[in-house]
């Protein structure tokens, strides 16, 4: 189980380590039908136009909002990790600098400017991050708190508080 994610036509998608308003922009966003919300209840709920954030029903999103923060604590993310049976150490390592050496010679076919150039690119970096980390297990469970932190600070700037 790789730290990428397979695209839906292919390829690889890295796991960024930061979370920020553009990422949430592109999980509302319907893949399908550009400028289309993807899905109804997260419309009616909060949407990013401009860049912006705009919370429609804040009463909700505080109650959800607070369900988060309080759920999805640095221990549950380690227990996740571990359940899925993600790998650490040099077992790990060696796995990863393998995929990095088959991406980097798929990564040479590709025209630089295309999509997939750019998404091998970024899956590279993950993988390389994550052997800089000492494995799967530990670069999840660093980035899964990293981004869980940067959602947090991301609306704790827009008054909602746990």
Not at 117 to 140: D, V
Request: proline residues 5%; aromatic residues 12%; contains cysteine.
């Amino acid at each position: 189980m790789p730290v990428c994610f397979p695209g839906p036509g292919g390829g690889h998608k890295g796991f960024p380590r930061y979370f920020d308003v553009s990422q949430l922009a592109e999980i509302l966003a319907n893949p399908q039908f550009i400028g289309e919300p993807v899905n109804e209840a997260y419309d009616n709920l909060i949407e990013v136009k401009d860049g912006v954030i705009k919370v429609k029903n804040r009463e909700r999103f505080s109650e959800l909002f607070k369900k988060f923060c309080f759920s999805f604590d640095y221990d549950f993310i380690d227990s996740v990790i571990e359940q899925a049976g993600y790998p650490d150490g040099r077992r790990s390592i060696l796995f990863l600098e393998g995929i990095v050496e088959d991406l980097t010679g798929e990564l040479k076919r590709m025209h630089p400017g295309s999509s997939d150039y750019k998404k091998t690119n970024e899956a590279i970096e993950t993988y390389k991050k994550a052997i800089e980390a000492g494995g799967e297990s530990s670069y999840l469970k660093q980035a899964l708190k990293q981004r869980r932190d940067d959602i947090i600070n991301m609306f704790n700037g827009l008054g909602f508080q746990f």
